[in-house]
């Protein structure tokens, strides 16, 4: 019954698991590891212990792959994601209030009842060490639509990031 279904199926599974579970690259990459290793005492010794033998006749795919594809897919997630440190303005997303020093480094966006700029963060106090730290990354800032700020301008102003 449609080998490649199932395996796209574990493969998504895996994604989703991935998702939802916020595990290490090293724990995927030993899970395939291990799937990978199942699947080749699998064909080495196929008289042996199988206990999924039933499964496998019924999907027409070897569980161990179908296994493997989940493993990969979740590998494939914790890939993906970034790695912040506490030098990118990311990482201080959703930790509270903070000042920024940024520049303005896009013509200002001026609608009706609020004006967006696009900025580059360049320093970030942080309340805690009562200190400046040198960070990186870009914002989108809201402010009134009567404000008067232009390209190139360097701010100062308090934030959550």
């Not at 019924?58 to 890939?79: E, F, H, M, N, Q």
């Amino acid at each position: 019954m449609l080998p490649l279904f199932w395996v796209a199926l574990a493969f998504s599974v895996g994604i989703l698991v991935a998702h939802y579970i916020a595990s290490s690259i090293w724990i995927w990459a030993l899970l395939c590891t291990a799937c990978l290793l199942g699947f080749l005492s699998s064909r080495v010794f196929p008289n042996k212990f199988h206990p999924f033998k039933r499964a496998q006749n019924y999907l027409k795919v070897p569980v161990s792959i179908l296994l493997l594809c989940l493993a990969l897919g979740g590998l494939r997630t914790a890939l993906a994601q970034p790695a912040f440190t506490r030098n990118d303005l990311a990482w201080y997303n959703d930790r509270g209030s903070y000042t920024l020093v940024a520049l303005i480094d896009q013509p200002p966006d001026r609608r009706e009842a609020a004006t967006y700029l696009h900025v580059s963060a360049r320093e970030l106090y942080d309340p805690e060490s009562m200190t400046y730290r040198r960070i990186s990354g870009t914002a989108l800032v809201r402010v009134s639509g009567d404000s008067s700020w232009q390209l190139g301008d360097l701010l100062r102003f308090t934030a959550s990031p």
